[in-house]
C-alpha cells in the first residue's frame, strides 16, 4: 500500500474559492488509496456548490442583459386645425337659375380648399369621405340641400395622386410629410322646380384610418353658401307686330272712344314659380307718361291714338328704369314655365280726327323678383 499525504481543503465561503478547491481535489483522485472515498465525498460536496455558483452566476447575467422593446410615437393627420369642426375655403356667388335649366343640369360651380396636415406618419392611410345630405333619385352623386329644387355635388382631390373625384370615396394613400392644400369643388345642379335664398353647401364627414395612426374623424363645412335668386324668364317673341283694323269716325264718335280693339300676346319662359312685373315705354316719345303711345314716324292719322290694355285696364308709359311696383309697371302675376301674357292695342280718340294712316311704337321690360 502507497502511503500519501491526506489531501486537505480549507472550506471558504465564496463560490470562486470552492471551484479551486474542487479542482484540487480532482487532481487528487490520480493516487490510488481510501482517501479516494474521502475525494469522491469531497468532490460531491463541493460539486452542489459549484452549481449554485454557476445557476447564480447565469442568474445574475440575465438580470443584466433582458432585452427591451421601444416603442415608436404615433403620427398624426388632419384636415384643418385639427378640431372635430372645420371651415371650409370656399369663394362663391350669387346663381342666377337659367329659364332653360332642367333637372340634372349644373348651373354654378365654386371654387375652395382645405389644408391637409400630416406629421411622423409612416404606413398608408386610408380616407373615407361622405356627403352628410339624401343622394338626389335622379343622380346619387348629387345630394339635395336646404334650397328646393336645387342640389350639390362635392368635389375633392385625392391626398396621394392630386385626381378630383366625386365624393362620396374611400382612398388610400401614403401622406407628405407637412402640410398638402386639397381642392375643394361643391357644384350646384337644377334638380326641379326650385326656390331661392342662402344655399347651404351639404358637410362632408372625413374618416382618416391607418396602423401609424389614431382613428380620426371631421366634418367639412362651408362658412357660407351662394345665395340663389328667383329663377329668370326668356322672353319668347321679343318682337311683335299688331295690326289694327281700319277704322272710322262713325265708330270714335267722341274723344276718348275706343275702337279696333285686336290682341296680342308676349311669349315668356320661367325656370320656375317667378314673380313677373312688365312696363311699357313710349318709343317715339320717350317722356310719355301717359297712358296713350303718340303717333310714330309714318303716321298721317290725326286726332287718334293707340291704347294698350291688360284685362281691360290700360296701361300708364315711363321710363323702365324705376321700380317694380311703381306708378308704370304692371305686376302679372307668378309665372311658371312657357306662358303668355295676354294684351289688348286699340285706337282711341284723342281730338278732331284726320284720315290716314297711324303707327305707333312701344317697347317693354321685364322684372323677375
Known amino acids: 500500500m502507497s502511503r500519501h499525504k491526506r489531501l486537505s ?35 460531491a460536496r ?38 372635430s369642426v372645420i371651415e371650409a375655403s370656399v369663394a ?5 337659375i337659367p329659364a332653360n335649366a ?19 406618419v409612416t404606413c398608408p392611410i386610408t380616407l373615407s369621405e361622405t356627403v352628410d345630405s339624401t343622394p338626389w333619385s335622379g343622380n346619387p352623386s348629387i345630394f339635395l340641400t336646404n334650397v328646393p329644387g336645387i342640389g350639390a355635388q362635392i368635389e375633392m382631390s385625392d391626398p396621394g395622386s392630386q385626381i ?10 401614403t401622406p407628405k410629410e407637412g402640410q398638402t392644400n386639397i381642392n375643394f369643388f361643391p357644384d350646384i345642379y337644377v334638380t326641379g322646380p326650385n326656390g ?30 351662394p345665395s340663389i335668386q ?72 290725326n286726332g287718334v291714338g293707340i291704347q294698350i290694355s291688360s284685362n281691360s285696364v290700360p296701361l300708364t308709359f315711363g321710363d323702365p328704369a324705376g321700380q317694380p311696383g311703381g306708378p308704370n309697371w304692371l305686376s302679372l302675376g307668378t309665372k311658371s314655365g312657357a306662358v303668355t301674357i295676354p294684351l289688348t292695342a286699340a285706337y282711341i280718340r ?3 280726327l284726320g284720315g290716314g294712316v297711324l303707327r305707333a311704337l312701344a317697347t317693354f321690360t321685364m322684372s323677375y323678383r
Open 9 to 43: 481543503c480549507a472550506p471558504r465561503n465564496d463560490a470562486q474559492h470552492e471551484l479551486i478547491c474542487y479542482q484540487f481535489k480532482m487532481d487528487s483522485m490520480i493516487y490510488p488509496g481510501k482517501i479516494g472515498r474521502r475525494v469522491n465525498l469531497a468532490f
Open 46 to 83: 463541493v460539486t452542489i456548490t459549484a452549481k449554485r455558483a454557476v445557476i447564480l452566476m447565469l442568474a445574475i447575467v440575465g438580470a443584466c442583459y433582458l432585452p427591451t422593446t421601444a416603442y415608436a410615437a404615433k403620427g398624426t393627420i388632419y384636415f384643418g386645425n385639427g378640431a
Open 92 to 96: 362663391s356667388s350669387a346663381v342666377k
Open 102 to 120: 332642367v333637372p340634372g343640369q349644373v348651373v354654378a360651380r365654386f371654387g375652395g380648399n382645405v389644408i391637409l396636415t400630416s406629421s411622423n
Open 164 to 173: 378630383v373625384s366625386v365624393l362620396p370615396q374611400k382612398t388610400a394613400f
Open 196 to 225: 331661392s335664398g342662402p344655399l347651404a353647401i351639404p358637410a362632408v364627414n372625413v374618416t382618416f384610418s391607418g396602423t401609424c395612426i389614431d382613428t380620426t374623424t371631421q366634418r367639412i363645412v362651408a362658412p357660407s353658401g
Open 230 to 301: 328667383p329663377g329668370t324668364c326668356n322672353v319668347t317673341n321679343s318682337s311683335v307686330s299688331v295690326v289694327l283694323p281700319r277704322a272710322s269716325q262713325a265708330v270714335m264718335p267722341n274723344i276718348g272712344s275706343i275702337a279696333g280693339a285686336t290682341d296680342f300676346s308676349l311669349g315668356l319662359n320661367c325656370s320656375s314659380p317667378t314673380g313677373v312685373y312688365i312696363s311699357l315705354a313710349d318709343a317715339s316719345t320717350p317722356s310719355n307718361t301717359s297712358n296713350i303711345l303718340t303717333p310714330g314716324p309714318g303716321s298721317t292719322a
Open 350 to 352: 284723342t281730338g278732331n
